[in-house]
């Protein structure tokens, strides 16, 4: 087996003229910057071609055997519909909404049909093609609805024997379906979450991606058998067969890679590495494949990067690598139809103003969305469902035009090599620049909280960036946070990498979410069955190499948990046995914050006492996410008033203790979903503090959740866990070598933790109908608008929260791309 390595000298030009150029390769490139956008975690888009409008997460884009038509699945949180689309015309041409849906989509060989899958509803739909409309006609039952567990996926179908085939990622299954009866024939187990199947042109043997299996299955369609396993790379999805059927291409998520298997000797003859680097950390999620018209170029969606990665695969074993082609956020899907490319971008072009955000003044038609009618008018829109897709079209660049495309994919990719190995920095800072080096810092506490935005907090401080109509916790309610960020450092440019805590907590400790998770967690987000995927709950939606527990294990860095990963007394998962603390509350709104500190505390003192205090201790403290107005708990002020003083008690208790001089305090929110702030929904709060921390400043340096993780890293001597980490700011503008021990003293709550919501309002009355047994099963939408209601008064009308759109780049911030 052959690793090729993807690696381009932009300035240079490539052997293969594709099709002339329909700009010079400036006028390309002034309309590639006069694009660009920059996102909130500090990455770039300039996205190449024409577009059109797509719906929520368009997750597969299927291609009609004439090459008439394409249809696009959209599989995010908000609507789910599916999307006919004119390919000659470049025109979407009719859009039904579905009520559930995922991945699968596939037309009949006569064009008179398209299938889809329906998601958790567990059956597949069948949709007439009509003047140019989608008509539902007919309904494949694979089983019972949600919660019985079946989830179809991939699609194939030969229309020949009439029969179809579907591969599943709950009940992790093959299904082989009559389709003159509609009869399941044959249910076969696969061991492993499947992604899609494929046909080989003979329609003999049946190739089904096994996404949490790390291997391809051959199915022999006339024995009825599993044949044959191929080992491929970790987290294989799309699949793609040469029209020969000859040699199949498995795109690899966790491994930034394509692997090339040759079908008559069924092994992997080559290994195609889709990163800009040689040997890159997880973070390119390869995840679509599309062959050109002469089958000499292959097309790779980098979900991560923005971006399309170009292959000669003119003799399959000997692959060459060509350039880069920009796209928009996380594409997620190719197809090709003559000389243009197709490109589904499952997040569009921009994390943009939210003109349409939470507005109770037609809670009616939310209460009436959250009781299941998907068809009343949505009111609210939050951060799960801004990201709306887009289509990318686009030339088949020549040579010229794709070394312009290589250039811009490089610089809006802050990743690379050399910030791998040595972070920004300033010589002497108590944070490292380079993996290894000694920090004065030996013990680092983590703290990761639940949901908040900025604006909902600190919009109070006059020191930031914040809107003071958009507060509703103010110092009033949350002394000690407004405290830490006046006596040591205010961040008010901090966003989260995450959209909701399925994924949130993933990127807290990984400084990434897998393909898994980012397709997964809007299912059940939306209300359309699933369970909560992150946490690590679920070994497939858990990264390679693992979470920063592992890699502290790995370097010989001693760690504990307190909460987070750790649930009921039991680790989440195995790098954590052993090393967390039995009685430490999890997520549970039953139990106090204040609680949670002093159960800290009480195995905290037992280890100093014996000199035993790990160097990284993840601490979870999420009560902050409250109850909304739920009779009888605890109200929105009285949790988040528990919230913040445990953190002023865990402050001062630490700043008291005799290792105060040799650490360091993170905290952050793991996402920042629940509530408006004027600048972005990814804004959150975020604290650093200690000894080595600047007293009385404010920095507005533009940071990431990946960004607290780099700098824990660097102080630890751990390398980056991804792309993002690697990329990402270091906070070393927050540190200092002037030392000041000053202790932290810790401010009483202002307002009753006793008090209980009693009043029986609307908003009380739909509160009582939320599931808070773990966070984020409460439609949050909704949950805004109570939290609200709560504090500002039933009648109350929440401001439009007013967000930008991180667009176009001045010099000045090209220049501190560059810092």
Known sequence: MIKRTLVVLIASACSITVIKAQQSPKSLEERLSKVRVRLPNGWHLSPAGRSLPLGDLPLNLALSPSKKWLAVTNNGQSVQSLQLINAKAEKIVDNVVIPKSWYGLKFSSDEKFLYASGGNDNWILQYAIENNRLRLTDSIVLGKKWPVKISPAGIDIDDAAKRMYVVTKENNSLYVIDLRTKAITQQLALGKEAYTCLLSPNKRELYISLWGGDKVLVFDTKENRIISEIAVGDNPNELLLNKKGTFLFVANANDNSVSVIDIKRRVVVEVLNTALYPDAPAGSTTNGLALSQSEKQLYVANAD??????????????SSSKGFIPVGWYPTNIKVVGKKIWVT??????????PNGPNPARPQQNVARHQGDTNAPKAVEYIAGLLKGTLSILDEPDDASLAVYSKAVYKNTPYSKDSELVAQGEAGNPIPMKVGEKSPIKHVFYIIKENRTYDQVLGDMPQGNGDTSLVLFGEHITPNQHKLAREFVLLDNFYVDGEVSADGHNWSTSAHATDFLEKDWPTSYGGRGGSYPGEGKREIANPKKGFIWDYAKRAGVSYRTYGEFADEGKANIPVLEGHFCPYYSGYNLQVRDTTRFNQWQREFDSLVAVGAVPQLNTLRFSNNHTEGLRKGRPTPFAHVADNDWAVGLFMEHLSKSPIWKESVVFIVEDDAQNGPDHVDAHRTTAFVAGPFVKRNFVDHTMYSTSSMLRTIELILGLPPMSQYDAAATPMWRSFTVLTDATSFKSLP????????????????????????????????????????????????????????????????EDAEDND
């Open 305 to 318: 990067n923005n971006c399309l990665a170009i292959f000669d695969v003119a003799v399959p074993g000997r």
């Open 345 to 354: 971008n499952g997040k569009g072009f921009s994390s943009f103003a939210n």
């Open 749 to 812: 709550a202002n307002i009753d933790l006793n008090k209980r919501n009693e009043v029986n309002t609307a908003s009380a009355r739909l509160s009582e109908t939320f599931d808070f047994s773990k966070e984020d099963r409460v439609p949050d939408l909704i949950f805004s608008q109570v939290i609200w209601k709560a504090v500002k008064g039933e009648e109350s009308v929440m401001p439009v929260p007013r967000r930008s759109a991180f667009v176009k780049v001045t010099k000045e």
